[in-house]
């Protein structure tokens, strides 16, 4: 097995992982300590997202620069991801959360998570795993 073959399948298994952390989360009743450990969730979830779809690209000849924004770019172009701007906004909840805490923005991360984020996590995952 080559190394980039390995690595993918290393982020995959990853991010399967920390998607079910995910669903975890969100099967929980929400509190400000499940609220918290939600978003945290969402953030490593998305790092490995972004990671996954980055070896995977590699894998298949793409050379993307190891960058979120391109690599999202690239991933909508091969089919990998079906709605750029969900995956934009993703980014952007990520962003806001990994460096500030707002106790009523992070209410409005929770609600997309639920709403929006964890559709697209899940609609990768089922990518990935055919690779």
Do not use: C
Request: hydrophobic share 50%; aromatic share 10%; proline share 2%.
């Amino acid at each position: 097995m080559n190394m980039q073959r390995e690595r993918f399948d290393l982020h995959r298994a990853q991010y399967v992982k920390a998607l079910q952390r995910l669903h975890e989360a969100l099967a929980v009743d929400e509190t400000d300590i499940v609220r918290d450990a939600l978003i945290q969730r969402f953030e490593f979830t998305f790092e490995l997202a972004w990671k996954a779809m980055y070896d995977l690209l590699r894998l298949q000849g793409e050379n993307p620069p190891k960058m979120v924004r391109p690599v999202l770019q690239a991933a909508f172009v091969a089919r990998y991801i079906a709605d750029a701007q969900a995956w934009e906004r993703i980014k952007d909840y990520r962003d806001e959360t990994s460096h500030t805490y707002d106790a009523a923005k992070a209410i409005e991360v929770a609600a997309f998570i639920r709403a929006e984020a964890v559709a697209a996590f899940d609609a990768l995952a089922q990518v990935l795993a055919k690779h």
